[in-house]
């Protein structure tokens, strides 16, 4: 019999998948500004996605958790930079170079 992978998870309700994206936020100086949706369970990915929303409860981005190791995946998080300009309603940099109008 084959065990699930539920049971390997670390993180197994709502509450610690929004403890653990507190804790994340709470050290990027943006917990009081935020606020978050529902947190879901990737199963085909074992993460956890943790919607993070704006005063007006816009989606703004979202904090992405390893379900077996409870770790915050930084590189599928939205950056703290990127939280900010849209709090701030800041113009986002697409990054490529702009052709230039004479």
Same mark, same amino acid.
């Given at each position: ?10 993180? &197994?309700?709502? +509450? !610690? ?5 507190? =804790?994340? $936020?709470?050290?990027? =100086?943006?917990?009081?500004?935020? &606020?978050?949706?529902?947190? @879901? /369970?990737?199963?085909?990915? +074992? /993460?956890?996605?943790?919607? *993070?929303?704006? /005063?007006?409860? &816009?989606?703004?981005? !979202?904090?992405? *958790?390893?379900? *077996?190791?409870? $770790?915050? =995946?930084? @590189?599928?998080?939205?950056? %703290? !930079? $990127?939280? !900010?300009?849209?709090? $701030?309603?800041? %113009? @986002?940099?697409?990054?490529? &170079? %702009?052709?230039?109008?004479?």
């Amino acid at each position: 019999m084959r065990k699930s992978k539920k049971g390997l998870y670390r993180i &197994n309700t709502v +509450d !610690e998948a929004k403890l653990i994206a507190t =804790d994340y $936020l709470t050290k990027l =100086d943006l917990i009081t500004v935020i &606020n978050f949706g529902l947190p @879901e /369970i990737d199963d085909r990915f +074992d /993460i956890w996605r943790v919607p *993070i929303l704006d /005063i007006q409860n &816009n989606k703004i981005g !979202e904090v992405v *958790i390893d379900a *077996i190791t409870t $770790l915050v =995946d930084t @590189e599928k998080t939205t950056k %703290k !930079e $990127l939280l !900010e300009n849209r709090l $701030l309603g800041r %113009k @986002e940099s697409r990054g490529g &170079n %702009k052709k230039k109008e004479d």
